[in-house]
Every structure is written in structure tokens, then in C-alpha cells.
């Protein structure tokens, strides 16, 4: 908490005013390109799925005003996201009204709206912050499998978290403290290599103890037999 993971991303999308020594997206030199470009190669899901005063269709296209003419693409990524028409409480389908900052869906429900509307802008780069912290284990099991790991597996994915089995499957990560970039590599290289990353693992895996699987020790999850898919990240210099 407080590393400046959040921080990093928005820094990505320019709405800091950070400084980079390189900043490559794409070939292009994300410091002069002006921000309208520079933001066509992100989607963002923010942990607060943010959520308009309008329907469910618009929601997802992120406009107002929609005609039903894109409705099977909005239905396609609504089922990848998991969120499935039949089973929430929206019981006019996509034209029901979602209250201002989604007051009648849950935190779950906004998350997988802000999902599905990730998947239906179809960017060439996602950006997740958080963005499965209020889905449940079995949701968020085939949300990372279905969607992240295969759905949107020739995108490039950088997702901010603390789930460990999101973690394991990710092609990279990057371990932050205090607004430093003091580790990266691969899952199981980080967990054999580096002691703080051990320690920040033991402890998550402790507050996860109703979540994953119990373990002997830290370095239990340094073998479980998972083949990761490819998540290529866009690397910076700051």
C-alpha cells in the first residue's frame, strides 16, 4: 500500500506530470505524443470501476447516446467479464439505468462492468489497478484464466495487484516500496532470489490463508507446476 503502483499508471496515461528519460510505446516517444494519441493505446480499469449515469449499454461503450447496432459485441464482452444478464439484477437487460457512480450495482458488478468495457475499446494496452478486488475467488479465477490469460493474451496487460495467483501466471512483475522500483523478473525467480518480495509473499499468502491453498513456508510457491502465459510489459524509465 502507498508504493506508487496506482501512481505508475496514471503516470503512463500523462495525468501526473511525471518526467521519463524513456518512455517507448509502440516505437513512439510517449513524451511528445500529444495525450488524445498517447491514450488511444490504453484501456484503464481502475479499482472504483467508474460507472455513469446511464445504461448498461452505455456504460460499457462509455458514451451516451448509443443505438443498439453494437449490442452483440457489448453482450460478448459482458460475458467475458462475467457478468452475465440472466444472473445480475439488471432486469431490463442493457438498457437498464445505472445510478450515478453505480449506486444500484455492487463494488464486484462496477469492477466487471469496467472489465467488459476494457475489452470492448479493444486497445492495444490494459492497464488493471486492482481491478479484482472485489470479485469472488471463483470469479476472479476465471476472470484472470479466461479473460486476462487467454481472451487477451495478444494484448499487452500490466495489472496492479496483490493476488498471488495472479502473480504466478504473470510473465514479470514488478516489486515496488516506496515509490522504488527495487525488483523485477519472473514470479519464481523473485520468490528464490529476493528477500523482500519472499517476505511481502509470506504475508499476503498469511492474509490469503481462506483463499489459497494453506503452505509450509514462503518458498512453497516456488513450485507449483504452472505454465505461464507470455504478459509483455511496456518498460519505462523514470
Known amino acids: 500500500v502507498g508504493s506508487g503502483k496506482s501512481l505508475l499508471l496514471l503516470s503512463l496515461l500523462g495525468e501526473t506530470g511525471s518526467s521519463f528519460k524513456t518512455y517507448k510505446v509502440f516505437?513512439?516517444?510517449?513524451?511528445?505524443?500529444?495525450?488524445?494519441?498517447?491514450?488511444?493505446?490504453?484501456?484503464?480499469?481502475p479499482q472504483e470501476g467508474f460507472i455513469m449515469s446511464a445504461s448498461l449499454r452505455e456504460n460499457v461503450c462509455f458514451q451516451y447516446d448509443v443505438g443498439n447496432e453494437q449490442d452483440n459485441r457489448i453482450l460478448q464482452s459482458l460475458k467475458r467479464a462475467q457478468f452475465d444478464l440472466t444472473k445480475e439484477r439488471v432486469n431490463e437487460g442493457l438498457d437498464t439505468e445505472i445510478g450515478e457512480?453505480?449506486?444500484?450495482?455492487s463494488g464486484g458488478q462496477k469492477q466487471r462492468v469496467s472489465i467488459a468495457r476494457?475489452?470492448?475499446?479493444?486497445?492495444?494496452?490494459?492497464?488493471?489497478?486492482?481491478?479484482?478486488?472485489?470479485?469472488?475467488?471463483?470469479?476472479e479465477k476465471l476472470l484472470v484464466e479466461d479473460v486476462i490469460?487467454?481472451?487477451?493474451?495478444?494484448?499487452?496487460?500490466?495489472?496492479?495487484?496483490?493476488?498471488?495467483s495472479v502473480l504466478e501466471k504473470s510473465d514479470r512483475v514488478f516489486f515496488?516500496?516506496?515509490?522504488?522500483?527495487?525488483?523485477?523478473?519472473?514470479?519464481?525467480?523473485?520468490?528464490?532470489?529476493?528477500?523482500?518480495?519472499?517476505?511481502?509473499?509470506?504475508?499476503?499468502?498469511?492474509?490469503?490463508?481462506?483463499?489459497?491453498?494453506?503452505?509450509t513456508s514462503p518458498m512453497d510457491l516456488a513450485s507449483p507446476n504452472i505454465e505461464a502465459p507470455k504478459l509483455e510489459g511496456t518498460e519505462t524509465e523514470s
Not at 476494457?118 to 470469479?139: G, R
Not at 519464481?188 to 494453506?214: K, Y
Request: with cysteine.
Open 27 to 45: 516505437n513512439n516517444n510517449g513524451t511528445t505524443l500529444p495525450l488524445d494519441q498517447l491514450r488511444q493505446y490504453y484501456s484503464f480499469v
Open 118 to 139: 476494457a475489452d470492448f475499446y479493444n486497445a492495444p494496452i490494459i492497464l488493471m489497478d486492482d481491478c479484482l478486488s472485489a470479485v469472488d475467488v471463483e470469479t
Open 101 to 105: 457512480r453505480g449506486v444500484n450495482l
Open 149 to 164: 490469460c487467454k481472451s487477451w493474451q495478444d494484448r499487452t496487460r500490466i495489472l496492479v495487484t496483490h493476488r498471488l
Open 176 to 215: 515496488l516500496e516506496n515509490g522504488e522500483l527495487v525488483a523485477k523478473g519472473p514470479f519464481h525467480e523473485l520468490i528464490a532470489s529476493h528477500g523482500g518480495f519472499r517476505n511481502f509473499v509470506a504475508s499476503v499468502a498469511q492474509d490469503e490463508s481462506r483463499r489459497v491453498a494453506p503452505l
